[in-house]
């Protein structure tokens, strides 16, 4: 199984970036999908994560509102929608994917993609 996202770069405060996580290996349909950052120096966090059939999704606080994450299980790709970006934003984004729940909590999760950087600057 392999997860490969891409779509991270550097973007004015305000922006917008799309982000796609690409699975390979397994079908899309029974997992959940997760979307974590970490930036320098913190914790990675769960920032939003949809479930398999895409019927319910979360997000943490500091991203409602802003952020939407979506999939196409037949496209076998998740996506996050990220507007009016924030420097406090910036971190590595990564996705994942459980045959769990979808959760907030990177534990959660067997399958990891690498990271891609988003960089929001003031």
């Known amino acids: 199984v392999q997860l490969q996202a891409c779509g991270g770069g550097l973007v004015q405060a305000g922006g917008s970036l799309s982000l796609s996580c690409t699975l390979s290996?397994?079908?899309?349909?029974?997992?959940?999908i997760g979307w974590f950052r970490q930036a320098p120096g913190k914790e990675r966090e769960g920032v939003s994560c949809i479930t398999g059939s895409g019927s319910s999704s979360y997000y943490t606080d500091s991203v409602k509102g802003r952020f939407t994450i979506s999939r196409d299980n037949a496209k076998k790709t998740a996506y996050l929608q990220m507007n009016s970006l924030k420097p406090e934003d910036t971190a590595v984004y990564y996705c994942a994917a459980t045959v769990f729940g979808a959760t907030l909590v990177q534990n959660g999760y067997e399958y990891w993609g690498q990271g891609t950087q988003v960089t929001v600057s003031s």
């Open positions: 290996g397994i079908t899309l349909d029974h997992l959940a």
